[in-house]
């Protein structure tokens, strides 16, 4: 079968399944993160008509960043021993099941389950990438992945943009469908175009289910106990417990994943300083990004008599949320200065401009353009530091390793996105008899502070880990080749 397709790229008819494979599962990728956006702009007329409490309407976002981090480890190990077409067809199905039932829903338990099923889709990305790689030539690789940054960026921005509209004028259901009709035509040209990826080297078939678990308790416990804190005390028994019970959870998975044959997720390349450096990077970037597309349309659609709303309407959310995304087109510039000012202060330029972006926002109360310059230092910082973080990931670790790091990278920041998601819509959140009265500017300065001091925190991993990247490279100059 490898024989047949090796030979297949260079007939005409390979050519065309070549392009068709690209166009489904970038196609794919940008669905996905078009899904991811949507619902950020119509939170506030979500929460009204289904008479939800701010903490409730947390999970009709994070619920579709929930499951990503969970399951995309497992698919990309069920990717290094089975067919990736099968399971991108799977995945895909899932996220439209997903789609599906969130247009169908009427209460809040429907929209978050069809929200979590959703949340499948980030396992698109690791899958996508491993399509390109067995199905084209190396030139042709290297274009997917660009096309696919893009499509991200680009999904992203329209789906928030077209979010506003529609959730303005139409009843909020009608916002899936459109994803829902274009996986469906996914799901039949991947069917019939992509060729059998199977891995080119027999893999045993060992699957650490036991680490799942414990990583499921573990990001589980941590985010059920950041949304009911608001309600239960942030010293009360059943947060604390929840806390506990995440250490305890995350302490057994490092064990397990440390000393399992096959792991799940590999954590030994966190050996290297400039690695850890980078995972923390990309974890504040997803932080960053989501506190924004939770807190803006929670401050800004406020009515402007509360001190800091502007009485914005779903679709002026959009448009101040979308310019956000799209300056993140621009994160690619960090190569450029690096080439003129070096490594170092490459590294600290995204994290700097995040923290700009959240001492813009606290003085952001009842103002337009502070909301949009803090909206677009969100962005371009969030994206540059993605950039950096993948950049200081790669020189640390070796080249034989960097396929296995990648789904850590996209786990890394899924965790950062649920949790910003999920602590923003914590402190934000309000008891059921409350969820009509607007949250008090001192919680949303508290946001912008947390935000503030993890962009901080950043900051000072990005300068070290570049160092240490700067100490491996000078002990061992052949690693710059």
């Known amino acids: 079968m490898q ?23 970038v196609g794919a990728v940008g669905v996905y993160k078009a899904i991811e956006s949507l619902v950020s702009p119509a939170l506030p007329i979500i929460q009204a008509e289904l008479s939800a409490t701010r903490a409730e309407i947390t999970w009709v976002m994070t619920g579709v960043l929930l499951t990503g981090p969970l399951v995309t480890p497992l698919i990309s190990r069920l990717a290094d021993i089975y ?74 921005a329209i ?19 459109a994803p829902f ?16 990826c199977l891995p080119q080297k027999s ?41 506990a019970l995440s250490l305890v959870s995350l302490a057994s998975f490092v064990w397990t994943e440390l000393n399992h044959k096959d792991p799940l997720v590999e954590l030994r390349v966190l050996q290297s300083f400039s690695v850890a450096a980078g995972l923390i990077l990309m974890v504040a970037a997803g932080y960053s990004i989501n506190s924004f597309f939770v807190s ?21 959310t959009s448009f101040i949320l979308v310019p956000g995304v799209l300056i993140g087109v621009a994160s690619p510039v960090v190569t450029l200065v690096e080439k003129y000012v070096g490594l170092a202060a490459a590294s600290i330029m995204g994290p700097l401009i995040m923290c700009a972006s959240f001492w813009l926002a606290i003085g952001s109360a009842g103002s337009l353009p502070m ?46 996105a649920t949790t910003g998601a999920q602590v923003v819509g914590g402190i934000l959140s309000t008891t ?38 700067n100490r491996s490279y000078k002990s061992d100059p052949a690693r710059i080749n």
């Not at 699957?207 to 106990?225: H, M, R, S, V």
Request: aromatic letters at 10%; a neutral charge; proline letters at 4%.
């Open 83 to 156: 067919d990736k077409r099968k399971l991108i067809l799977a995945v895909m199905s899932i996220v439209a099941t997903g789609t599906l039932v969130s247009s169908l829903s009427f209460s809040m338990q429907m929209l978050i389950i069809g929200q979590l099923l959703q949340g499948f889709g980030l396992s698109l990305v690791p899958l996508a990438v491993g399509i390109l790689k067995d199905t084209q030539p190396a030139g042709i690789t290297k274009f997917g992945n660009s096309l696919m940054i893009s499509a991200i960026y680009g999904s992203t």
């Open 159 to 177: 789906g928030m943009l077209i979010a506003g509209p529609i959730a303005d004028n139409f009843h909020y259901t009608y916002l899936f469908w």
């Open 3 to 25: 024989d047949s397709t090796l030979k297949s790229r260079s007939t005409p008819r390979g050519q065309v399944t070549l392009g068709a494979c690209l166009a489904v599962t």
């Open 181 to 196: 009709i274009a996986l469906l035509v996914l799901i039949s040209a991947a069917w019939m175009l992509l060729p059998p």
């Open 203 to 243: 893999i045993s078939p060992s699957i650490d289910f036991k680490g799942l678990i414990l990583f499921a308790i573990a990001l589980g416990a941590f985010l059920i106990g950041l949304t009911y804190a608001p309600e239960w005390g942030w010293s009360s028994i059943q947060f604390l417990s929840l806390c």
């Open 296 to 316: 803006v349309p929670m401050q800004i659609q406020q009515p402007s008599d509360s001190g800091y709303g502007l009485g914005a309407t779903a679709t002026l």
């Open 432 to 469: 059921a008899d409350e969820a009509s009265q607007a949250p008090d500017w001192n919680r949303f300065v508290y946001v912008f502070s947390i935000g503030f001091a993890i962009c901080l925190i950043a900051l000072v991993c990005a300068y070290f880990g570049s160092r240490s990247v």
């Open 371 to 416: 909301v949009v310059a803090s909206m677009l230092c969100a962005g371009i910082g969030s994206g540059v530091t993605i950039t950096q973080a993948m950049n200081l990931m790669v020189m640390g670790v070796p080249e034989d390793r960097v396929g296995t790091f990648s789904g850590l990278n996209f786990v890394a920041k899924a965790i950062g």
